[in-house]
């Protein structure tokens, strides 16, 4: 089976009808792919972080907070995916390519992994690079809240130029320009960059705003950013 990761952006988590329009998407695809869903921490993460910071803690603590999120958002989704995803998220990448490795019947082979924030120091884009380079998955895909990668944030600024086609190593040099903190809102953060660049895995960078463009990306129709 061919193996994705896809990491899901915070616009995914706002509703339970949001999450429930993506689940579908991604039931679909977990028939005819080996599916393995990185988390990201949403709003209410950035709301938590900021509260963090106002009384005083450090950027370690803000991560942790995050990530804390990021496995709340998880369990959303786990809850929407119902019978076609393993029943607990996973918190470390081996754990996650052995329960994947020990399945036997065909049922559980196409069931869906997920995972949410690992570590401080960076996002879970960084994480869902770095587990699609553990389990040799065959794409990548990014799902954020914008159609691609600029050159500047778009919502900020409108004349921001957009990328179709990227190599890893001008992502890199463009997301190295972004400040890391916690509860960062950059496209990819540069710790995905890197691992993109030294993994080699295609990687598409796409809008989430109608979860049918997972769908056409996987088959190979998108409007984004392909990383080559």
Do not use: Q
């Not at 393995?36 to 950027?59: H, P, Q, S």
């Not at 709340?72 to 996650?96: H, Q, R, T, W």
């Not at 390519?97 to 995972?115: L, S, T, W, Y």
């Amino acid at each position: 089976m061919v193996k994705v990761v896809i990491s899901l952006g915070s616009i995914f988590f706002e509703d339970a009808e949001s999450i429930k329009k993506v689940a579908e998407v991604l039931k679909k695809l977990a028939k005819s792919y080996n599916l393995y869903i990185v988390t990201g921490g949403g709003e209410t993460a950035r709301e938590c972080i900021k509260i963090a910071r106002d009384l005083g803690a450090n950027e370690t603590t803000c991560d942790y907070i995050g990530i804390a999120l990021t496995r709340v958002n998880a369990k959303l989704l786990i809850s929407a995916l119902k019978d076609a995803v393993y029943p607990e998220p996973f918190s470390d990448y081996k754990e996650v390519a052995e329960a994947k490795a020990m399945v036997k019947g065909e049922e559980e082979k196409g069931k869906i992994a997920v995972m949410g924030g690992v570590s401080p120091g960076y996002t879970t884009d960084a994480v869902a690079a770095i587990l699609a380079e553990y389990v040799n998955a065959n794409l990548f895909i990014d799902v954020t809240s914008v159609d691609g990668v600029y050159d500047a944030d778009p919502r900020i600024y409108p004349d921001a130029r957009k990328y179709d086609k990227l190599t890893a190593k001008e992502l890199v040099a463009i997301t190295t320009k972004e400040e890391l903190k916690a509860g960062s809102r950059i496209v990819i953060d540069p710790v995905a960059a890197k691992i993109i660049e030294r993994s080699g895995i295609k990687t598409l960078v796409i809008d989430g705003s109608n979860p049918r463009n997972i769908l056409d990306a996987v088959h190979g129709e998108h409007r984004g950013t392909e990383i080559t």
